[in-house]
């Protein structure tokens, strides 16, 4: 198994709904990461978890809260979004250690904001 | 997080012909990679080069890396229009016991068939 599965594909929320992103993996990656991207803009990232432990926060607002469960899974909590919020949120993961550092995106879940 | 600068942001070419694009940084690095995105969705690896690398290549692609003027390129030969898509460099920084990838801003390549 090589892939990355995000789930919902889509989904639209009110700016006071709460909801969740799920991200899984079975390839045994360690290293997991959240990117936002806008429309013809590239992916920023946001966090960055490692061991199942947050390593990188990059400045992201309260209002976004991610979580690691196991080795498997990542999610991200959405509470209280602004319409700026809409945009693809791709998860990816990659393994530690040995040379090959390449990451492995999900497909994205495509989040609108009303 | 800074991003890195690709140009050209969009280039139009002829199925058949080479397509090249080019990526600054402003950070040290410990490895530069390419990606490939289709219409907005997921990204997938294309090919990666370390820092003590000048030079590597994979079926049609070529990377460069220049370290001393920050840069990197890569060139896509005999294009097909399969390849229309949106490319990113992305610039790896150990930070806080792991490592971060930074993506530039994006070349977006469209192959007329």
């Known amino acids: 198994d090589t892939e990355v599965t995000q789930t919902p594909k889509h989904l639209v929320m009110g700016m006071t709904n709460k909801k969740s992103l799920k991200c899984e993996q079975h390839?045994?990656?360690?290293?997991m990461y959240w990117y936002k991207q806008k429309a013809k803009k590239p992916p920023e990232l946001m966090f960055v978890?490692?061991?199942?432990?947050?390593?990188i926060n990059e400045s992201v607002p309260s209002r976004f809260s991610p979580e690691c469960p196991n080795s498997s899974l990542l999610n991200l909590h959405l509470h209280a979004l602004q319409p700026e919020d809409s945009a693809l949120y791709l998860c990816?993961?990659?393994?530690?250690?040995?040379?090959?550092?390449?990451?492995?995106f999900g497909s994205g879940t495509q989040l609108s904001v009303l | 997080s800074q991003q890195g600068e690709e140009d050209p942001q969009a280039l139009s070419i002829q199925e058949g012909e080479n397509a090249t694009m080019n990526c600054s940084y402003k950070?040290?690095?410990?490895?530069l990679q390419w990606y490939r995105q289709n219409s907005g969705r997921g990204l997938v690896h294309l090919i990666l080069?370390?820092?003590?690398?000048r030079e590597k290549h994979s079926g049609r692609l070529r990377v460069t890396l220049d370290t001393s003027k920050k840069s990197s390129s890569l060139l896509i030969t005999a294009s097909r229009a399969a390849d229309t898509a949106s490319y990113f460099c992305?610039?790896?920084?150990?930070?806080?016991?792991?490592?971060?990838?930074?993506f530039g801003t994006g070349t977006r390549l469209k192959v007329l068939a």
């Open positions: 978890y490692s061991y199942e432990k947050l390593s």
């Open positions: 990816a993961s990659r393994p530690i250690g040995g040379s090959n550092e390449k990451l492995f």
């Open positions: 950070t040290s690095i410990n490895n």
């Open positions: 390839m045994g990656h360690r290293a």
């Open positions: 080069i370390r820092s003590n690398e």
């Open positions: 992305a610039t790896g920084e150990r930070a806080s016991g792991t490592y971060k990838y930074i």
